[in-house]
């Protein structure tokens, strides 16, 4: 074979690896997965994070080589040309989102995260027999504060519980928990701002353990802390919902960080891409969490248990079926 014919040959195997090696990165999500379409509420760390955590594990349960895109709103606005026209799920990250999204009446399935179930719950209608769309709530069940404050404190057996405007569609799981509670659950609602605090006053003279639920009206910055002090001057430990609430002086808390919604965003995803029916599941709190602890609060009022990984496994054992 001549010289040039041998380089004739070299250039087209280089031709054609080129080619392949092209074909390979280029090809789309759906090779890896359905084509996944993000629209989060804006550019924030918070959203950011999410990301992260969705496309991280969405590439390790897919193999994906491209991962799904992400687009934001401008003003609270998206124009629907903004969502790709072969889009499989998309995946809204944040209340304004999910409103947006919903607004639109996309006849593409949707899944809603970083969202409180209030939120969510404003805006679907009548369960239809297969869900075009779910959600995962950034806010905790009651039974999950419940189990984290019987594991602390067993020792305290009437424990208060303050809704709000809010909060009171948790009084059907509030309900749903009393037969197996085996302590005394006091639930008071308040109607009005003034009422708050007399109201909250009342709720505390007579309860050993008070459950913070996250309500605009109950807890907002000035009445949050007026009830951390006159739980403390009672005596009476307060399970709250964040990190920030331990930090001011709740004994503790169960929270879910936007990183931990990311990873089960994507595990439901892949989950359903892969599903032969495309019914969405349920909407759901997130399954994974964490618990934090004020340890010298906590201390101070009995509680000797302060392990936080292991209030996370003894809670998730509780949780299973």
């Not at 280089?14 to 090696?21: G, H, K, M, T």
């Amino acid at each position: 074979m001549t010289c040039q014919h041998l380089l004739s040959l070299s250039f087209f195997r280089i031709a054609v690896s080129l080619a392949l090696a092209l074909c390979l990165y280029c090809q789309p999500a759906s090779a890896g997965g359905p084509n996944i379409q993000i629209v989060a509420s804006a550019d924030t760390e918070i959203y950011q994070r999410f990301q992260t955590a969705f496309r991280t594990q969405w590439a390790q349960l897919n193999g994906a080589t491209a991962l799904p895109p992400a687009i934001y709103l401008d003003n609270g606005q998206l124009d629907s040309n903004g969502i790709q026209a072969d889009t499989d799920l998309v995946v809204t990250v944040g209340s304004k989102a999910a409103r947006t999204i919903a607004g639109m009446a996309l006849d593409i399935p949707v899944l809603n995260t970083v969202i409180p179930e209030s939120v969510y719950r404003s805006l679907t209608t009548a369960e239809a027999d297969c869900r075009r769309e779910t959600a995962i709530f950034i806010d905790q069940p009651v039974s999950r504060q419940y189990a984290l404050a019987r594991l602390m404190f067993p020792q305290l057996d009437n424990i208060g519980i303050l809704l709000g405007p809010v909060s009171r569609g948790k009084r059907p799981e509030i309900t749903r928990l009393e037969p197996a509670a085996h302590r005394q659950l006091t639930v008071k609602e308040v109607t009005g701002e003034d009422s708050t605090m007399s109201v909250g006053r009342d709720l505390i003279a007579t309860s050993d353990l008070f459950i913070a639920i996250n309500d605009p009206l109950v807890l907002n910055r000035e009445n949050a802390k007026w009830l951390l002090y006159v739980a403390y001057q009672k005596q009476a430990p307060v399970i709250g919902f964040s990190k920030a609430y331990v930090k001011a002086g709740a004994a503790a808390a169960v929270y879910t960080e936007p990183e931990q919604i990311g990873r089960q965003a994507a595990e439901l995803a892949s989950q359903w891409g892969k599903s032969s029916g495309r019914c969405l599941p349920s909407p759901s709190h997130a399954s994974y969490f964490n618990v934090a602890i004020n340890r010298a609060v906590s201390r101070s009022l009995g509680s000797s248990l302060l392990n936080e990984d292991e209030l996370v496994r003894l809670i998730m054992e509780q949780e299973k079926p």
